[in-house]
Each structure stands twice: as C-alpha cells, then as structure tokens.
Nanobody
Framework: QVQLVESGGGLVQAGGSLRLSCAAS????????MGWYRQAPGKQRELVAV???????NYADSVKGRFTISRDNAKNTVYLQMSSLKPEDTAVYYC??????????????WGQGTQVTVSA
C-alpha cells in the first residue's frame, strides 16, 4: 500500500502565495508521474500540473507562469509553488502519483485533498 499525504493548503488573499507538499510513503519501488489536480465546488476535477521522474512538466493554461511544480525523488515528494493567486484558484487540491511498488506492479494513487481558498 502507498499513502499520499498533502500539506500546505489554507486561506490567502488574492495576489498571495502558497506552497503545497505531497509526500508518498509505503511500498514504493519508483514513482513515474506525480501531479496536482484540483476540484472547485460544482466543477469537475482538473489537471493543474504534472512532473515526470525526469523532471518534464506540464501545466494547465490557467496556471502557467504562476504555478511551479517540482519534486524531490529521494523524498518521494512533490511540491506546488503557487504565486499570484486568484479567487478562481479556490478549490480542493489533490496530489496524484503513478507508483510502481516493490512487487513491480503499477498503480495510481490519490491524496486526501487540501483546501486552498483565495479571497478577493
């Protein structure tokens, strides 16, 4: 089993910054892609940013230039630095990881979510 534990959400004013962290633990051989998704009330979950084990990244157009995803492979941790936050960034942010376990099987895992609220 693998667990993803997120931290760093909270309430911030528009224009402010937050840094989210997500640490994976458990039966891990390797982690290919790690990423962040978000879901606002009444909306579908959407991709925010993803990063591969080789540090290739992809961002939603709505966050390009404002958010930066990074990872520490030694710590099995992914980060999301969010700057110039807007009220429309308000959502529950979920960590996601494609994990190969010690038996060699690959699974997708989600974190429990962390609330980010941006006030106008």
């Amino acid at each position: 089993q693998v667990q993803l534990v997120e931290s760093g959400g909270g309430l911030v004013q528009a224009g402010g910054s937050l840094r989210l962290s997500c640490a994976a633990s458990g039966s891990i051989r390797s982690i290919n892609v790690m990423g962040w998704y978000r879901q606002a009330p009444g909306k579908q979950r959407e991709l925010v940013a993803v990063i591969t084990s080789g540090d290739s990244t992809n961002y939603a157009d709505s966050v390009k230039g404002r958010f930066t995803i990074s990872r520490d492979n030694a710590k099995n941790t992914v980060y999301l630095q969010m700057s110039s936050l807007k009220p429309e960034d308000t959502a529950v942010y979920y960590c996601h990881a494609n994990v190969k376990d010690r038996a060699g099987y690959s699974y997708a895992y989600w974190g429990q979510g962390t609330q980010v609220t941006v006030s106008a």
